[in-house]
């Protein structure tokens, strides 16, 4: 039957409306938990390598990811430039899935330069979305979207019904983040950064004994330190080592040393002939060292270093102040 729709009347029009909605929520209503997840600084890294780097950098992400979900029950509903929209089972699934791609990209990582790393921000949702099995959409996903944006880089946040989907061992690792206010939400987000890294063996912060500036560790694969600020545009380290005594300050290297996060824990690599000692032993740019909170390097015998844990990681295991899904 053709309905002609010129023909139908104000109260006519109102109930078919109310009908289709009643349909498609019947159909192709379903709950899902959602990711979303994005490339960190790639316009940046397309400007400065070219679109070939940056669209291998692209192709990268897409692979890791899809071969990282896919045992998890998870799929790439759609891919836009720097990140890619994911749906799973349940939330459980989609934290399992999402952080072993954060380990997989961290193990690639650890074969390129600082320059060229893969930097990843995620979100996880669990809400209710229309979807034929293919195409998956409503302000479910929407919402996962802004969630990801606000996640910093390296980390992976969980909304407040994520969490509440989640099981005991998956929430005593999630902590919260000071509430966000996101486009299209009028009170502030509840939000949680998922620990996927188990961060109570990795410092957190750095304090510079002979200033007493305190550098808090971005949460990445290699963070290199040195005296050197970036240059026209492009960034040089991670932690510039700066000093009142400028005399005392030319004794660190513009590239000094990097840390490398490997499944142990971060090891510090030498990338100066300058001395480097770590915990009273003198380390060579062909050596590693390992890097723990409560470690001390000595950089030239003049500057000192002391790595410090996250606040959180000192408090140990804790629940967040929410309340778990009903059986």
């Known amino acids: 039957m053709k309905l002609d729709f010129d023909a139908m009347s104000l109260t ?5 409306q109310t009908q289709l909605s009643q349909v498609l929520t019947r159909r192709f209503e379903k709950p899902l938990a959602l990711g979303f997840t994005d490339i960190v600084g790639s316009t940046a890294y397309f400007a400065r390598f070219g679109d070939k780097a940056g669209r291998a950098l692209q192709q990268l992400h897409h692979d890791l990811l899809g071969e990282s979900i896919h045992g998890f029950g998870g799929r790439i509903v759609d891919v836009a430039g720097d990140g890619a929209f994911t749906c799973f ?10 952080v072993t791609f954060l380990e997989r990209a961290s193990q ?3 074969t390129r330069s600082r320059d060229h790393q893969l930097v990843v921000r995620l979100g996880v949702h669990a809400g209710p979305v229309l979807t034929d099995g293919v195409i998956v959409s409503g302000d479910s996903v929407n919402l996962c979207a802004r969630i990801a944006s606000t996640a910093e880089p390296g980390e992976l946040r969980l909304s407040a019904a994520a969490l509440r989907e989640s099981p005991p061992g998956m929430r005593v690792r999630a902590w919260p983040v000071p509430p966000v206010v996101v486009r299209g939400h009028a009170e502030a987000l509840v939000l949680f950064r998922f620990d996927w890294r188990d961060e109570h063996r990795l410092p957190g912060s750095v304090v510079l004994r002979e200033t007493g500036d305190t ?13 050197l600020r970036g240059e026209e545009g492009t960034r040089a380290n991670d932690v510039v080592l700066a000093l009142q005594d400028k005399q005392l300050e030319q004794l660190v290297s513009r ?3 990097e840390l490398r996060r490997k499944p142990e824990g971060y090891v510090l690599r030498p990338v100066s002939r300058q001395p480097t000692e770590v915990d009273g032993q003198m380390v060579a740019p062909d050596q590693e060292a390992p890097i723990r909170p409560g470690s001390v390097v000595r950089l030239s015998k003049a500057v000192t270093l002391e790595f410090k844990a996250r606040p959180e990681a000192s408090l140990g295991n804790a629940s967040p102040t929410i309340e778990p899904k009903s059986s």
């Open 89 to 98: 089972p349940d939330v459980e699934k989609a934290v399992s899935g999402l």
């Open 12 to 16: 006519e029009i109102i109930r078919l």
């Open 215 to 227: 550098f808090v560790l971005p949460r990445q694969d290699i963070i290199s330190f040195g005296r």
């Open 108 to 110: 690639e990582n650890g």
């Open 255 to 257: 590239f000094h040393f």
